[in-house]
């Protein structure tokens, strides 16, 4: 009886014991090699939309697609597009046309210049001379009058020629194929162009096309998404530790991650950044008073903050968006935490085999 009472209390001691390490561990890991199953692949999504709207003809891709950058994905009737192309080019012909004109209409004010011109010398040379005569008393007033006013007449007159050229000058611009008028007709077609163009809606990179729910017929709207485009090699990993694990993370420093979906396999990558705060601490100036959290639990639930890990290569092609991860994060050359971490993780990893 005292044999089996001697051999109760040494189990209960060993569990003791070892309920006391693992929770020591547990402990101090959190600080020197803190874990988390917390953890996702992130990557970019881009919601990709038409620039141009109208009524889809054809889609050459399939949801789930791995596309090449400039790959054709689908296009919108152009009819209305090429149309509007082409009377675009027209009006740029009748612009040059009317650039033409103009330049005929400097050709002419100048001669009106030079016509204007030589009747003002002549109006001033007839009233210098009837200004002589008219001091010895030998024309009459009225013929002084007379001078004067085709005098001032044809100043003024070849006044407003020069004006006239001038304007016409200034709608040509610094030459030709610069007017105003050749100018606007010149965007006006690029923008034209532009929308044909846009027609065919191409791969913006090396991707995969997802959330595909195209068919013919469908009327695609301009600036309004259609499509979801996920850019190849876009793929990295964050993970959320709790807030007094990342205390002594410092960027650069060996993480290592078992994928859920690549069970028994460990990969090593670095940690890069950690994020500046969190949502729910975020304040809104939107005229109401601070929100105060409440809480009844004496313990209240730790505050997680997001890491963000890099890869010096690109993640496993089998992994997606969303794929979630176990990563634990080496902060101290600390060689027992280290030894049992990586013990853990490589653990966790086999363990994947079995959920």
């Known amino acids: 009886m005292q044999a089996a009472e001697a051999r109760f209390r040494r189990w209960m001691t060993t569990l003791l014991l070892f309920f006391v390490l693992v929770g020591s561990y547990f402990v101090l890991a959190d600080r020197y090699a803190p ?21 889809i003809t054809a889609v050459y891709s399939e949801n789930n697609q791995a596309v090449k950058a400039g790959e054709l994905l689908f296009s919108i009737d152009d009819t209305h597009y090429r149309l509007v ?15 033409a004109a103009r330049y005929a209409d400097v050709t002419a004010a100048k001669a009106k210049i030079e016509t204007y011109r030589v009747t003002a010398d002549n109006a001033m040379r007839d009233f210098k001379r009837i200004e002589r005569l008219a001091r010895s008393g030998s024309v009459s007033k009225s013929q002084f009058d007379n001078a004067e006013s085709k ?22 611009g610094d030459g030709i194929g610069h007017s105003s008028v050749v100018l606007a007709a010149q965007n006006a077609l690029a923008q034209a162009k532009w929308d044909l163009s846009r027609t065919q809606v191409l791969a913006p990179s090396d991707g995969v096309v997802s959330n595909l729910q195209l068919h013919e017929g469908a009327f695609a709207s301009a600036n309004q998404p259609i499509l979801t485009f996920i850019p190849a090699d876009s793929l990295w990993l964050v993970a959320d530790f709790r807030e007094k694990a990342t205390a002594l993370m410092k960027p650069g420093e060996t993480a290592e991650v078992a994928f859920d979906a690549l069970p028994g396999k460990v990969f090593t990558l670095s940690l890069l950044s950690r994020d500046f705060g969190v949502a729910s601490a975020q304040q809104q100036a939107n005229g109401r008073l601070s929100a105060v959290e409440t809480s009844n639990r004496w313990v209240r639930d730790a505050q997680r903050v997001r890491v963000n890990l890099e890869s010096e290569e690109a993640l496993p092609a089998n992994l997606f968006v969303g794929s979630r991860a176990t990563v634990v994060v080496y902060t101290e050359s600390h060689s027992l935490f280290t030894w049992l971490a990586e013990g853990m993780i490589r653990l966790i990893s086999i363990a994947h085999y079995l959920y």
């Open 85 to 99: 192309h082409e009377r675009a080019q027209l009006a740029l012909r009748q612009a040059y046309e009317q650039e």
């Open 151 to 172: 005098r001032d007449a044809s100043a003024a007159n070849l006044r407003a020629a020069r004006a006239q050229l001038r304007a016409l000058e200034v709608r040509l």
């Open 35 to 55: 874990m988390t199953t917390e953890s996702r692949v992130q990557g970019f999504v881009v919601p990709l939309a038409t620039e141009v709207s109208g009524h």
